[in-house]
């Protein structure tokens, strides 16, 4: 898609610009090359939905999702905005705004080039040219990489691995990841690692909501993500794909509960499973009023658990 930009620079600054498709207006005009990317990006060698818009050849994605899917890496940072100082970047901390899911944006319809300053560490501080597309900004993924000290690693003709270890965020000291059964234990695995867990399946993007729910609850994420695959069929049921609904809930007034976003149907759990109706429970005790009567459960999502985890570390195979 070719959608021309038009633009009235006044003292070196960008205003009063108009961008769609099909529009040509007076002043400084060019050609931009825009479509929907179609990379696969990775985070260190793990796939993920992270994605956003080729523009003139280069990826851009929201900065939120980035830090939203380094959450538990050595690339990990928080982002946040300051009107004084503007994108605030705070290396090896963890990312603790919104979480949504990961997903592909629709094709952009309306574009406006942006003077960006992104300041790190309340130290550095860079201007980079981002572009607000349909009211969400979009920085270039290079940028990204040499303000944090990533390196960008295209793999195949399309394939783009951002590789952590030497960025200004690894001096992060990292939880060891461990499996358990327990409900209310942490996994201490990294929002890359649980969206690799569902990559390719109905749970796609949603790994790093996952995180958030073990992060911002205590609750086990491996838990939360094998139930959802039970009970949703790993987000292939009718109910998940039309309604949201990843854990067959009911509402209180009767009926299937409903949820907005994918994100809000895998969050809600968090609140379910903490009521005084489970809190504290483990997995066998919870199955009891979950499921009752439902003798096989327990072992489905214990397997699932297994194997979902087996995908990050095939150690544990090899110990069964």
Do not use: H
């Not at 080039?113 to 130290?123: A, L, R």
């Not at 358990?180 to 569902?198: D, I, K, P």
């Amino acid at each position: 898609m070719r959608i021309i930009i038009a633009a009235l620079v006044i003292a070196g600054s960008v205003v009063n610009i108009i961008a769609a498709a099909s529009n040509t207006a007076q002043g400084g005009v060019k050609n931009l090359d825009i479509t929907v990317s179609n990379s696969v990006i990775s985070v260190d060698g793990i796939p993920t939905m992270l994605s956003g818009y080729k523009i003139s050849g280069s990826n851009y994605c929201k900065i939120r999702d980035v830090a939203s899917i380094m959450n538990g890496t050595t690339g990990e940072f928080d982002v946040s905005y300051s009107q004084k100082s503007g994108t605030l970047i705070n290396a090896a901390t963890p990312y603790r705004g919104e979480v949504n899911e990961l997903k592909m944006p629709s094709a952009a319809k309306n574009i406006m080039p942006y003077n960006s300053t992104v300041t790190i560490n309340n130290e550095q501080r860079f201007n980079l040219l981002t572009f607000l597309i349909d009211g969400e900004y979009y920085y270039k993924l290079k940028d990204i990489a040499d303000c944090l000290g990533y390196e960008l690693v295209t793999e195949d003709s399309i394939g783009v691995d951002i590789r952590t270890k030497n960025s200004i965020c690894a001096t992060a000291v990292l939880p060891q990841m461990a499996l358990t059964y327990n409900v209310f234990a942490r996994t201490n695995l990294s929002a890359a690692q649980f969206e690799r867990m569902v990559y390719g399946t109905g749970l796609a993007g949603l790994g790093p909501c996952f995180y958030a729910m073990e992060r911002d609850a205590g609750i086990n994420g491996l838990f939360a993500l094998a139930v959802a695959c039970e009970e949703s069929g790993s987000g292939t049921s009718g109910l998940a794909r039309e309604d949201n609904n990843f854990y067959g809930l009911t509402a209180s007034g009767g009926g299937w509960r409903t949820f907005p976003t994918r994100s809000e149907g895998i969050q809600y759990f968090k609140t379910y499973i903490t009521s005084s109706l489970y809190a504290g429970k483990s997995i066998y005790e919870i199955a009891q009023t979950y499921c009752p009567g439902n003798d096989t459960w327990v072992g489905k999502i214990q397997k699932y658990m297994f194997d979902k985890y087996a995908l990050i570390d095939p150690s544990v195979s090899e110990m069964n």
